[in-house]
């Protein structure tokens, strides 16, 4: 039976029409002078952590502990400002699904697993109110790696709930090729959603446990197991 399911933010929860990527831009322009540092960077599946250091490497900024400071608390700043500007929305069948996994007779624990740092990921879920659905989480500040971050969830989760977890009681859900990557790092189940910026054939290519256009309609008791 499944216990722990960790979900995924962008592309998978929310589309925030790139409030991420245009707050990440504003700091490049206003913090490091570099009015066109997003240019080249790529942000689907990634950390943010890794993001800002691939930026300092390409504008040969140090990157230093206090230079990531200085990145990302001018980035949370502008994070909360775009997302008031800028409309965004949750996915189909988010609202549905968490509804019915917390409405199981033996409800799993629900977390995030997400290369967002955690005050962004809660800046961006308290916007679409779904911060408080998830009692765990790892995140893009506890390492740079997103396998990495995988394994960090899912040992939280293991001490909120107070029992070691073998892979087939997690489920990863996340819409990007590098989602399914960190779920095969710890043996977790993972469901594939295509809506991100991944069509189905591509996500089904890299073999998750299931794959879906969205999650409108999701048997969860058949993935939780009964």
Known sequence: MVRLVLFDIDGTLIHSGGAGEKAFGEVCKTEFKAPEG????????RTDTS????????????????????????YV?????????IQGRVLPGVFEMIDRLRARPKPPLLGL?????????????RHYKLWDFFVI???????????CIAGVARDR?????????QG????????TPL??????????????????????????????????ETLEGIQVDAMCGL
């Open 51 to 74: 993001i800002v250091r691939e930026f300092f490497l390409l504008h040969q900024i140090e990157p230093s502990p206090e230079n990531f400071r200085r990145f990302f608390d001018c």
């Open 179 to 212: 989602d399914i990557e960190c779920a095969k790092a710890i043996d977790a189940k993972i469901l594939a959603v295509a809506t991100g910026n991944c069509q189905h054939s591509q996500l089904a290519s890299h073999k998750p446990t299931w794959c879906v």
């Open 157 to 165: 989760g293991q001490i909120k709930l107070g029992q070691k977890l």
């Open 113 to 125: 697993l997400t290369g967002n740092i955690r005050l962004g990921a809660e800046i961006k879920l």
């Open 137 to 147: 989480g790892g995140f893009g500040d506890d390492h740079e790696e997103r396998n």
């Open 77 to 85: 700043f502008w994070l909360d400002q775009k997302l008031n500007q």
């Open 38 to 45: 997003t240019a080249g960077l790529r942000f689907a599946g």
């Open 168 to 175: 087939d009681q997690i489920v990863v859900i996340g819409d």
